[in-house]
């Protein structure tokens, strides 16, 4: 039926010289699960449905008595009307009677109260659960999303962790807010008005329920159809939104570089791929509808003329007659609606696969069953025989061995990928070991539970992410129990005090305002702050001042000094100027200690790779 | 010039019939199908009052009268005009389908097409997701709008007044019935609407703030995790998902109340109709038949009635929506071509009393009275504190921002006299945050340069020390960026100064390109662009005095505006500002130590 020549050159990419831009990648790992499940909901997704569904049970066993209630009053209706033709009318033209009629009357009128309380108890109802199961989902993807560790979200990327909680869990509200009542209404009606066709007349009901087999196989048609252009629409809007918004967001580069024609020449092409699946979508519904209303037309003909015949003859009422082609016409109206919310299922249901597959990664970090206690922290730092790999083969770490005594402050210096991060990420657990240990105070800290943890060892780094919220809040971030006065003073102690009260509001400044946009340094001050008023024993930097420049850097400088002063620290820098507060250096290169000393020795030594490093250093100074 | 920043992105512009009416060329092409979709609609419309009347012949006639004459030939007219009814319905969503997507499309590529010559300063104000939200979410309201809700409120209204006269005309006591319950479901729907478009924008808002949530939870998570606070991050998620909660389980109570009221009031009709109608037909006034019609016909109404406020906030919201597009329509770029080309380029910038203002803050001038004079072949680095205005100095050499007051100019002719895509083509900018798109990463490089050889991107690509996008998985077929294999900073930075110097400029910008990089591959990229800038012209943006050592002068720029040029020794030695900025403190450090 439809022109499936349109998808053909869709599907394929890269092949034309347009499509060419675009470049090869890996199948994003969410767009083959959506692949998959287009059709129907995968394993994964139906446990979680069940899982979710479960406190609910006699929840939604009400709810079916209610929603059999309404229908039967619904339908009640027309069977009604239908006797108030038949035996209603009679009685009046034969003697003024009016009662028969009144009291069918009012059986319409009771049952029209009942439909309604029914049906407002039945939205509300499931509104509830719904919006329960919705909130549900929320908390539990959050927290587990906390709960997973740095090493998944290195590979899932924020991105993704977003859309999973705003476009996949919109999905399935959209699902709840108006596929749910549809999909119920439109079975409950379609069995209920096939029963009492049946039940009011057989023969007649047998011919309306012809229809089935056609509107079965049209039904179907449409759902595997639209399964299909849904996917591909699915990804044509992709393209769409992405070349969208990396043009805009990125079109310094594209006017300085004089991208528009070529820009618009993609844009056109991926709007218009956009439009073809589009096309493709909407003319499957233009097929679907009318097929619906032609079959019902048919039918209602066919029932006329059958129906009409057997009047004639007197086998039935005009009542019966009236009856049938208010039914019919119930029983086609929700069909037509199922072509509108099916998307909406398709959707939803992708979403929960994906959200199933989220939830059930296991965190690469387990809590100890049994968390030893840690009374009081030292701070002393041991690695032990500790080997580690991102990938299994090529470790980064082979056997390293470092112990950093309590209050020691120990630079870590090296090319790039010789391990230093890796190092810094072992020691805050971000990651565990694949051999050997790492011990705090002598504690394996696999042994420790994750707030002992937290509590005891924080990192900064050079992303020094600020949430939205005061400058207060973002310092207090770091202890969120701390007073307004404690706050301050954290501040005062890293000398950030003058500039926060310079901001329009003090420390209630909003940082996410334009008012309140912070350089850079100061966004690094703010996040020692927060460090600071954490009050850690051991303190993990990793490049934290590599992205200032120099005049912060030496403010951050600095603060440093204040903020290291009695507990341990490990520095990790490619600049040499912050390892100048070092007691102790440590040379690595491709996972191993190479050179270890104090600043002072390592460059009196004169020879090696620190010394050489530092004299490099002074160069470019001068 | 007020206007080239454009309207404030966060708030709704008037809207209002008008703008929907200036968009009117967009139908204008298609005229016909309008056409078409408007006569299927009303011929539907027609059918649907045929069937019940046919229905109504078939019972008064053959059945009431046992007359088999006309029953099979009155079934027959029901079942052609059913057919019928279909075909229109097909044609009318036929045709519908490609005029909707059509208009769409082509307002959606202007859009694009308008948004791409608006400048940095319009661009700089508005994020790309609030310009995504015009591209997608209204443009879907205003195809909605005209290929369905304007044919259904033609066609709704007309259906509406005829089946009402035909009731009247049939039994008017019960006409009288229907057209006044017509009335008060419009005007309820409408009030329902209007609040639930109220609700809905609030459950919006909390959804949005949830999202913001969600946002932190994910960017910020190291930072907490390293300070160990998922709980405190988690409770406040579920404070403000338990708030969304309750603001959705008001929407539901109020949509449940809306579509409960809908369902009722026809079957209300019913009970008057049923009772009204039956004692008209004991009594004589009215046939069987035509109580049937009646009530088939009545039942007919309740989607055109009830779907007038559904269609009218449809109309609403594409009016606003409609507005919202004007509004970036009606920006006209601030930055416009000139007409004249340097034929024989040589290079020579100068910057000539220039000031530089935003143009959301007139008053604060971020540059005053710059003057440089840049030789050709020469390069000069800027160096400044945060915020003196570096970038915006190198940004006014392409005019991706116009100077205020003053001129730049090359080669003695003044920049906004230069044909746009000429000037740009003369001057190149490795930008400090380098943008990546997702796409190939040739495409990436020979973004300035579609016609680069193999031979070019090669020594590109050793210039800036990127080699490494060859030993990528397709080579530079693979695609990076966002969408696409992930880059290090420092390979990003690599990339867009390799884009940079394939663009073979007279002008060469490069801003703090470096920073990202290690110290040795620093040495390395310097060493190269040494031999690149001998004969280009070169403005370079310097944090770091090795990067200063590319230039041969230097320019220190001071809360806007230009103090001191010269020797970067002399400025050493000199200029007590200079040295602050350049030197570590760790230098004065180790020499205070050695004393």
Known sequence: MNQPADRADIGTEADTDVRRWRGVAEVDADEAAERMTAGGLGGGSRRLLRELLAPYRRAIQALVLIVVVENAARLSIPYLVKEGIDTGIPPIQESGDLDPLLLIVGAVLVATLVQAVSRNLFLVRSGRIGQDVLFEVRRRVFRHFQALSPAFHDGYTSGRVISRQTSDVDAIYEMLETGFDGLVTAALTLVGTAGILVLLDVKLGLVALLCGPFLAWLTNWFRKESARSYQVTREKVALVIVHFVESMGGIRAVQAFRRESRNQEIFDDVNDQYRAANLVAFRLVAWFMPGIRLIGNITIALVLLYGGYRAYQGEVTIGVLAAFLLYLRQFFEPMMEISQFYNTFQSASAALDKLAGVLDQEPGVPEPERPRDLPQARGEVRFEHVGFAYVEGRPVLPDLH???????????????????????????????????????????????????????VVMVTQENYLFSGTVADNIRFGRPTATLEEVVAAAGALGADDFIRALPDGYDTDVSNRGGRLSAGQRQLVAFARAFLADPAVLILDEATSSLDVPSERLVQRALRTVLAGRTAVIIAHRLSTVEIADRVVVMEHGRIVEDGSPEELVAAGSGRFSDLHRAWLDSLA | MPDSAGPAPDQDPPAGVHSLWRLRGYLRPHALSMTIMLLASL????LSIAIPLVTKALIDGPVTHHESRGLIGLGLLALALGVL???????????????????????????????QQLPMSFHSRWQSGQLLSRATTDLSAIRRFSGFGLIFLITNVLQLTIVTVVLLEMYWPLGLVVAATAAPIVWLSMRFERSYVLISRRVQDEQGDLATLAEEGAVGIRVIKSFGRSEHVSAQYEAAARSLHATSMDKVRLSAKF?????????????????????????????????????????SLVWPIASLGVILAMAQEAMTAAARILEIFDTTPAIVTGTREIERPRGHVRFEHVDFAFPDAPDELVLHDVNLDIAPGETVALVGATGSGKTILTALVPR??????????IDGVDVRELRLRHLRQLVATAFEEPTLFSMSARENLTLGRADATEEEIHSALEVSQAGFARDLPWALDTRIGEQGMALSGGQRQRLALARAVLAHPTVLVLDDTL?????????????????????????????????????????????????HVGDHRELLATVPAYRELLAAEALDDTEGGAA
């Open chain 2, 515 to 563: 920073s990202a990089l290690d110290v040795h591959t620093e040495r390395l990229v310097e060493e190269a662009l040494r031999r690149v800038l001998a004969d280009t012209t070169g403005l370079v943006v310097a944090h770091r005095a090795s990067t200063v050592l590319l230039a041969d002068r230097v320019a220190l720029i001071q809360d806007g505006t230009i103090t």
């Open chain 2, 43 to 46: 011929g539907g419309v027609g």
């Open chain 2, 85 to 115: 009814e279909a075909v229109l319905i097909w044609w009318r969503r036929w045709v519908q389908s490609a005029t909707v997507l059509d208009l769409e499309t082509a307002l959606r590529g202007d859009l694009y097409d308008h948004l």
């Open chain 2, 400 to 409: 991706l921002y116009d100077v205020t007051a003053g001129r730049v100019t």
């Open chain 2, 259 to 299: 579509w409960t009221f809908l369902e009722v009031i026809p079957n209300l009709a019913v009970v008057v109709v049923l009772l009204l109608g039956a004692i008209g037909v004991g009594k004589g006034y009215l046939t069987p038949g035509e109580l049937v019609a009646f009530i088939t016909l009545m039942l």
């Open chain 1, 402 to 456: 470092l112990t950093v005594p309590a209050g020691q402050t120990l630079a870590l210096v090296g090319t790039t990928g010789a391990g230093k991060t890796t190092l810094a990420k072992l020691a805050t657990r971000f990651y565990d070991p694949t051999s050997g240990r790492v011990l705090l105070d002598g504690v394996d800290l696999r042994e420790l539970a994750s707030d002992t943890l937290r509590d005891r």
